[in-house]
């Protein structure tokens, strides 16, 4: 089976501003990290040219000012000191989701219900774009980007100092939920708290506390009505408000003692970013520790999903496509992301492709195989590889599983399992390593610790 949406899609690369510019004006529409031209979701924003921004070099960041091909799991390190940001990134997709898609595509896109535009026009940040209408690349508060009537490609942008803030949002239920109501806080250095309101308007918008939008103002759809989600607002920007303001005491003493680092972010971060580059001739990829020629000639909507089971890795299993259900989940260059929405044309040489099959050889992935195994925590089977694929890459960097449940379940973010929800999976997992898959009570005592990086907070959120 191939999925046939996208066909006659012509990717470009150019090498430079010029040639982008002038892809703009040929209508082509810029590719941030591919998930949202892979997504039957996104395909009818999407004309019959792409522009692949991966050779401009917008991959790094410095002091605060961050390119805009960096995926949003990277910019989650640069976010310290700017709590609003990274709890709406916190709450964007899921991990694979976020290890896909950037920064710019996620600015570009200007969705109304995002959740990272919201945060960052709270704390002032800054948006470096190329306008195809005059040719130049301007430097705009990011609500602006609302207001730009041509076409425009997003080439970095400069998060602001580091201040107090916070992130709200009311979700539905669905997979990856999209807010229904979203709201950032951030007090700024004047004193001044900054509110801006999303989900609930057509646009993000910086708003007065003490005088919202009215219903008549909002969205009124099958999701929500204008009136639910006028109450909604209220009560999250009051809640926004009262977290900051209670936080402003705490905040003042923390300062005093604090090491007098600058507020502007974690200091220089240029490491290139992972995968995807454009592939250049004679590319060779590693599939399973085979190698394989990188694909030519591929559409621009094939995806890496199909591309490996059309060449017998069957254990990638394909089923939402949207990357929403994990069940397709590789490890790409060591990150476990969904292969539904990796665009096969932009694999790079040396880039490496590990499947369940490979995972489920060696050590880690046999003590999880084992583990679920003896719990009988597996039903259909369909969910399984793209849950072993992740747990065998969270052993590669951690050494071991979780400890508990909240911790695997956290890791297993963006896995979907239709029979028992992963229940049974997350009791079996806690604390499971390749070391230690004789000795089961070791990894259940009930004084048994784990060393695993922790997670950041997660953004507080509500469900209808």
């Not at 989600?229 to 977290?243: D, F, G, K, P, Q």
Request: aromatic share 2%; with cysteine.
């Amino acid at each position: 089976m191939q999925d046939r949406r996208g066909d006659g899609v012509e990717l470009l690369r150019p090498a430079d501003l010029e040639a982008l510019l002038d892809a703009l004006r040929r209508g082509a529409v810029p590719l941030g990290g591919g998930a949202g031209l892979m997504s039957a979701a996104f395909a009818d924003a999407w004309g019959r040219t792409a522009v692949d921004l991966g050779g401009l070099g917008l991959d790094g960041a410095v002091d605060g000012r961050v390119g805009a091909m960096v995926r949003l799991s990277r910019l989650a390190a640069l976010c310290e000191g700017r709590p609003a940001i990274a709890q709406a990134l916190a709450a964007t997709g899921h991990p694979g989701v976020r290890r896909l898609i950037t920064l710019g595509g996620v600015l570009g896109a200007r969705s109304p219900r995002a959740d990272l535009p919201v945060a960052l026009a709270a704390a002032g940040a800054t948006v470096s774009v190329l306008d195809a209408a005059d040719g130049t690349v301007r430097e705009l508060p990011a609500l602006d980007l609302w207001d730009l009537p041509g076409p425009f490609a997003v080439l970095a942008v400069d998060l602001g100092p580091g201040m107090p803030g916070v992130y709200r949002r009311f979700t539905g239920h669905q997979a990856i939920a999209p807010s229904l109501v979203s709201v950032a806080a951030v007090r700024r250095p004047d004193g001044r708290v900054a509110v801006c309101v999303g989900a609930a308007l057509a646009r993000p918008r910086l708003v007065d506390p003490d005088e919202l939008p009215g219903p008549d103002e909002l969205l009124d759809d099958g999701e929500a009505s204008a009136g639910y989600r006028h109450r909604i607002m209220r009560l999250l920007v009051a809640e926004a408000c009262e977290a900051l303001a209670s936080d402003q005491a705490d905040q003042a003493d923390r300062a005093d003692r604090a090491d007098p680092a600058p507020l502007d972010g974690p200091g220089r971060c240029d490491t290139p970013s992972p995968p995807l580059a454009a592939a250049p001739a004679e590319a060779t990829v590693l599939v399973d520790g085979g190698a394989q020629p990188a694909p030519d000639g591929a559409r621009p909507t094939d995806s890496l999903a199909w591309w490996l089971r059309d060449r017998g890795h069957l254990a990638v299993k394909v089923g939402c496509e949207e990357g929403t259900c994990g069940a397709c989940t590789v490890s790409l260059n060591g990150e476990p992301v969904p292969a539904c929405l990796v665009p096969v044309a932009r694999l790079a040489d040396g880039d490496r492709v590990d499947t369940a099959a490979a995972v489920a050889g060696r050590p880690g992935g046999r003590a999880v195989i084992g583990a679920l195994a003896e719990a009988a925590a597996v039903q259909c089977g369909f969910c399984t590889p793209g849950v072993l694929v992740s747990c065998g890459s969270w052993m590669d960097r951690h050494g071991a599983l979780p400890a508990d449940e909240e911790g695997i379940r956290g890791m297993l973010a963006g896995h979907l399992c239709r029979c028992g929800g992963l229940a049974a999976a997350a009791r079996a997992l806690c604390g499971v390593c390749p070391g230690a898959a004789s000795d089961a009570t070791s990894d259940t005592a009930p004084d048994a610790t784990s060393d695993t990086a922790s997670t950041p907070e997660c953004v507080r959120e509500v469900t209808v």
